[in-house]
Every structure is written in C-alpha cells, then in structure tokens.
C-alpha cells in the first residue's frame, strides 16, 4: 500500500478544526484531526509533510511518525504541544493508525492489545455549542460570569451558561441522564481580572458558590471536577486549594502554568483530590518530570496535540509505571473523542472519559457518521476497523468548506 495524497479540510462553522485524510492507493482513507492555527496546521501539513508521506507505505507508522517528530519537521525535544508542528504531526499520526487498522480490518482498541473494558464513565464538561471550535465566539466564553446580567433564557444543552447560571439544575439534568461527574472553571473570570495574582475573599464566595449550589441539589451524587486552564500563580491557587478543602473535589485540572514543575508539586502537597494535567504541555518528556516528582495523578493529555496515539499509549506506558491514571482530553473534535475511547477501552489505567454532551450530540454527528456512543453516562468504542469513523456525505457536501490536496486522492 502507499500513501498517493494527503488532503486538509476545515469548515467555517467549527474553525478551529483541521480534518487530514490521507488516500492510498488501494482506496483506504485514514481520517485524523487536529485543532487551533489551523491556516498554519494546514499550511505545514502540505509543505512539510505531504512530500514525506506521499509514494511511502502507510502501515510504516513508526518510521514516519519519527521522521515527521525528528528529521523532515523542525526537531521537537522539549516540553510543550500544541505547536504548529505537532499539531499537524498528530493529525497525521492518528491518520495513520485509522489505516492500519483498515488495512487489518481491526478495530483500534483490538490493536492496542484489546480490551479490558467494555465500556467507561464520561464525565461532562460543562461547555455550550458555541465553545472552542469556533475562530470567533458569540460570546467571551471566558470572562462570563456570575457578575454579567443573566440570559432570560438558556438554550437546551448550553452547560456553559447553566454552570454560571444554573449549576443546581445542570448537575440535576445530568444525573437524570445518568452522568455521575462534571467539569466546571467558576475561577477563570476573577483569575483573568488580576492576572492570577489573588482572589479577594469577595471573588473567592462567588467561585465557590455554584459548587457549593451542585452539592445542596445532588450532594455527594455527583463527582465535581475544576478546571483552572492554568491560570492562577501559586500562591493564590493554594488560597483556593485551602478553600475548596471540604468540598469533595474529584481533581484539579491545570491550577498553575503547568510547565513550573516545582509549583505543581507543592500545590499536589497541599490540595485534596486529583491533581490532572496536562492538555497544554502533556508530551512524553513533561510527564517524566512530572510523574518522577509526583506532582500529578491523571494524565489529561489530548491526542491532537502532542503527537497524535503514538505518543498517547507512550504516555499511557509511562502513567502505568508510576501507577497513574490516563483521562485523554476532548473538547474539540469527534476523531479525538474516537481515539481516546479505542485507548480508553484497551488501557488497565484508563479512568474516566471527557464528553461534552452539546457536542456529541450536536456538530459531532453532523461531521462523522458515527459518534461514540454515550448511554447512561458510559461510553463505549465502535467495532469498525480503525478509529470507526469516517466524514459524513453530508459533511463533505458543505458549501463552507476549505480543501485543499496534495498527490493525487480516491476517486
């Protein structure tokens, strides 16, 4: 089999996402994903991958995934993801084992050494349609909080208006659906007003407010997860470690910048529940650090971008040798979703699943044409070969869609 082209699509809608199909010449399309800079994403998967992917065989994956990281791309030995570079190198990684697993008529999960599940827990981060997979926002998904006039109404599945608003009634509506855990981040407004420094103990009454609401209405039911996205210095995240002390929290998600090793480790010291991380910095290298200082509990990298699934069960090896859990993140895109639960399905340390509900039911199915299946807040993995997913006709058929094509693709 050989690679004959490698195509890039993106649509306006969800612009943030960048779709890499590559075509072979025996009919099979690998379908990846990746997420943010996506003109520069887009532009570097065809100027420097395309021509070290094209004419070469695509169940070589180990061999084209390491000159991508070491030798054609600028060479890649540090902590950070997300870069340009990686980004498309993970896009083109998971590309390339949705192939092989095509090409041996396998789903994921059975070449990772099958499962040892059946299904796992999700947990609902509580974001809106409208969030993170547009270039523009209809609205400061950040900055909303309690202190801005409430909507006089909520559209259904908008949970992140409900978790400022109406996090009583979000937690309640989620039970009933039969998810038993939540993600919220009440602390960003009042980070992003003083730079992370401090959080007057007015501010700090408001944060932990809907908290304190979701426990009155379901009580210990549901399990509560912060997200901080980083944003807070030391000394003011232990202020709140200290505070949300006798709250009952699942895990803590990014509460410092997540590459001050030392600061994460003294905040792990002094903080009840999890410590998660890290979607921002989550490479191979970062986790040595931060699993030889014991600094973290969950592993939250996301496939999209440190380097696609390779890298992903790399780190998911290194977890279990520390004996650390893996939680792959996926507020994104559905391709993601689909590799973290085939990895989910088939690693002993896999915890709990990232799902956004106004997602998987809303763009993601209008994207692929198989989604995976929530049921009463378990999720499980196609049975398809491959990821177990493909791009809709009805997605392809978009007027609103960027493509572009390097070789040759299926006819």
Known sequence: MKITGVETIQMKEAGNLVWVRLHTDEGLIGLGETFRNPAAVMAYVHETCAPALIGRDPLQRNLL????????????NGFPSRSVEICGNSAVDLALWDLFGQANAKPLHHLLGGKV???????????????????????????????????????PLDDLLLQVFEPAQLARELLDEGITAMKIWPFDPFALRAGGMEISAADLKKALW????????????????????????LPAALEIADATRDLGIYWHEEPVWMQNFDDVARYRERVTGR??????????????????RRAIDVANFDVAWIGGLSEAVRVTHLAEAYDRAIAPHDCTGPVT???????????????????????????YAEIVDEVPKVE???????????????????????????????????A
């Open 65 to 76: 995934t390491h000159a991508l990281a070491r030798k054609v791309g600028n060479h890649f």
């Open 117 to 155: 599940r059946d299904s796992i827990r999700v947990y609902n981060t509580c974001a809106g349609s409208r969030y993170n997979n547009r270039l523009r926002h209809g609205y400061n998904t950040e900055l909303i909080s309690r202190d801005d006039p409430a909507p006089a109404e909520i559209e």
């Open 210 to 233: 809907p908290i304190e609401r979701i426990r009155e209405e379901v009580g210990d039911a549901m399990d509560i997860m912060i997200e901080y996205h980083g944003l807070w210095k």
């Open 275 to 292: 410590v998660a991380g890290s979607e921002n910095f989550g490479t191979l290298p970062w986790y040595r650090e931060m699993f030889g």
């Open 337 to 363: 979703l689909g590799a973290n639960v085939h990895l989910l399905m088939a690693a002993q340390n896999g915890l709990i699943c990232e799902t956004v509900r106004a997602h998987t039911r809303g763009f």
């Open 376 to 410: 009463n807040g378990m999720i499980s993995a196609s049975d398809r070969p491959g990821i177990g997913m493909a791009l809709s006709e009805r997605f392809l058929a978009r007027d609103d869609l960027v493509r572009q094509v390097s070789g040759k693709t299926v």
